[in-house]
């Protein structure tokens, strides 16, 4: 007797692309380096050239006046990130903390976008030859690499 051809859907609907524990741990670890690497180079380069950010800051409607204390607090707060970052043991701590301040830095930039006329340009880097347009896109995508690393982080010991 010929049985009939069936196929088994429920074993095709669970095909997924599988990543080994070291490939998500080493994913993680290259993802921490970018971000490691981004808050640095923004940090030294606020710091380096702190008049001109503190001018950028000063002529920002809603934090003009608080701009020499948020001068100081973005690159010490980035720079505290990035030592959790470089510590294996705080790398999920470095993380929330990125993601965190990186959300507060897109809720700024959707806020000058907003509400501002007139937008000043205080960036460093890349960032700097970016639209504030662009720079949200920028923005949201390292977030998206942060939570991608802690996901693969959670991943690994689950």
Known sequence: MIKPITMDITTASKCSFWLTAR???????????VCLFLF???????????ES????????????????LISW??????????????????????????????????????SMLLW???LPCHCNLIIQNLSWTAHLWFNMGFIALALCALWLMKKQHS
């Open 73 to 110: 607090m973005v690159p010490i707060s980035e720079i505290v990130v990035s030592l959790l970052l470089i510590i294996p043991k705080t790398y999920k701590w470095g993380l929330y903390g990125f993601v965190s301040l990186m959300v507060v830095f897109t809720a700024y930039i959707l």
């Open 23 to 33: 490939s998500k741990e080493r994913i993680a670890f290259l993802i921490i380096l």
């Open 40 to 50: 640095l180079i923004s940090a030294f380069s606020k710091i380096e050239d702190h």
């Open 116 to 118: 501002e006329e007139k």
């Open 53 to 68: 950010f503190k001018s950028g800051l000063a002529k920002v409607k809603l934090i003009g006046t608080y701009a020499t």
